[in-house]
């Protein structure tokens, strides 16, 4: 089975940077990858590692540390349209995902 | 752009009644899977098929079954609607392929479902 732990909350100011971690304790490893889901919508994909080391996309980097069983995921420059949950999920190849950080920018 | 549908955004049922959830997509997508979310334990795997008429138990399928008929559609049926299975419900697809592209996920925007 899989065990995905991430924190059920953040708050940051608009402009800052927030980063968010996912501890994982899995079966097997396909990949890790991060959701964006906003209140009331649809999940939707922002990243996927399946190496070590750091994924950049915009605004957005992701971390992996496979060894570590680590993850994090980065929010540059926040803007208030970043307020959402974040949710890291493992594939062993289907998914399991953890039970996601929701995100506050403040202004 | 891949366009996930469930057919009902809200929906209402008495304990005892089964109960329907209908998803389409219209990306050609081999996968497809159904998933529950409730607050505080993120999405959990209910079912999920690699293949027209072909389905896979996932992590919590107790209550739950699924058909799929055609490739586009994948059905969720609550035999016996229970209070416990109020939820949101998010019906996912996804191709084939190993790797981003096989477990990328494109969700629908999913059916709130409260059983009274």
């Known amino acids: 089975g899989q065990n995905i732990d991430q924190p059920t909350e953040m708050t940051a100011t608009e402009g800052a940077i927030v980063q968010i971690n996912c501890t994982y304790q899995?079966?097997?490893?396909?990949?890790l990858f991060w959701y964006q889901q906003h209140a009331g919508e649809a999940p939707t994909f922002l990243s996927y590692?399946?190496?070590?080391g750091l994924e950049e996309k915009g605004r957005f980097s992701s971390f992996l540390s496979r060894s570590k069983g680590y993850s994090y995921l980065l929010l540059k420059e926040l803007q208030m349209k970043d307020s959402a949950s974040y949710l890291c999920?493992?594939?062993?190849?289907?998914?399991?995902f953890g039970a996601g950080t929701t995100v506050t920018v403040r202004a | 752009d891949v366009k996930v549908t469930q057919s009902s955004r809200y929906l209402v049922k008495r304990t005892g009644e089964k109960v329907f959830l209908e998803c389409v997509q219209d990306?050609?997508?081999?996968?497809m899977f159904w998933y529950r979310q409730d607050p505080g334990l993120g999405l959990r795997l209910i079912y999920f098929?690699?293949?027209?008429?072909?389905?896979e138990k996932g992590d919590i399928p107790e209550g739950y079954s699924v058909s799929r008929e055609k490739k586009e559609r994948f059905s969720l049926i609550l035999e016996s609607a229970s209070t416990n299975q109020t939820s949101m419900y998010l019906c996912?697809?996804?191709?084939?392929?190993?790797?981003?592209?096989?477990?990328?996920?494109?969700f629908g925007s999913g059916t709130q479902l409260s059983v009274l």
């Open positions: 996912a697809s996804s191709l084939r392929d190993r790797g981003l592209e096989g477990e990328k996920l494109f």
């Open positions: 999920a493992v594939s062993d190849y289907k998914l399991s």
């Open positions: 098929s690699y293949d027209v008429k072909m389905k």
């Open positions: 990306m050609d997508h081999e996968n």
């Open positions: 590692n399946v190496l070590d």
């Open positions: 899995t079966s097997g490893f396909n990949g």
